[in-house]
């Protein structure tokens, strides 16, 4: 006589294929939305170890690879525009030489008598009586056309020691007279070379009632 099991074990085994057989019957007759997936639920592939491109430390990141060509610049960042060149600078032009004045020059009214005021010497040219008369206070009596012209234009540097570039005032009658003239020349000739000829002469100087003296010297 058999074990009981044997029997239990047989009935269990059919009782399974049995269901089996039921739900393959039933699988294919159900629709197709509805059947089981048989293949995707009773075989499952296995997963690679490490997916392709993922190291195998995880721990370590993965190196990014930096494409060709500059990196964009972030959005909203203005790139700097190149600096302008430099301007070439100018080169100063050469400084000009101070014009030289002429060596005789006439003066006015007002420039003799700021002459006068700053103490600048005075050559009378006209002839010695009309000097006694009535000259400008600390004239020199130096008539242009007198025979001691040379001792009185002697007497004067003697005294006065004018450097040749000191400036010296000359007058004589004014209007038409030439004498101041004349004695500019002379001392020009001599190696003077500021000389100032106060062109309306004694009589202005009169009328604008400046200071007078009278009798030789």
């Known amino acids: 006589m058999r074990p009981p099991w044997h029997s239990t074990t047989f009935r269990v085994l059919t009782l399974g294929a049995i269901a089996l057989l039921t739900a393959v019957i039933a699988n294919r007759v159900a629709a197709p939305s509805r059947r089981l997936a048989w293949r995707s639920a009773l075989v499952l592939s296995p997963s690679p170890a490490n997916p392709p491109g993922v190291p195998e430390h995880p721990e370590q990141p993965i190196p990014q690879r930096s494409p060709s060509g500059p ?21 100063p032009a050469p400084a000009q030489p101070a014009p030289t004045p002429a060596p005789i020059t006439e003066i006015s009214s007002q420039e003799a008598w700021q002459a006068f005021q700053a103490g600048l010497p005075f050559l009378d040219a006209r002839r ?3 000097y006694t008369e009535g000259h400008l206070p600390g004239a020199w009596n130096t008539p242009v056309w ?9 007497d004067f540097k003697a005294q006065r020691r004018p450097g040749a570039g000191d400036a010296i005032v000359i007058y004589c009658s004014g209007g038409d007279c030439r004498d101041s003239q004349l ?6 000739a001599q190696g003077y070379f500021h000389l100032l000829i106060y062109r309306e002469g004694y009589p202005d100087w009169v009328a604008r009632r400046h200071p007078v003296e009278k009798g030789g010297r």
């Open 183 to 188: 004695l500019a020349e002379k001392l020009l």
């Open 146 to 154: 007198e025979a001691d012209l040379d001792d009185q234009l002697l």
């Open 128 to 130: 010695s009586g009309e």
């Open 71 to 91: 990196e964009p610049s972030p959005q909203g960042t203005k790139s700097a525009a190149p600096a302008p060149p430099a301007k070439p600078t100018p080169t």
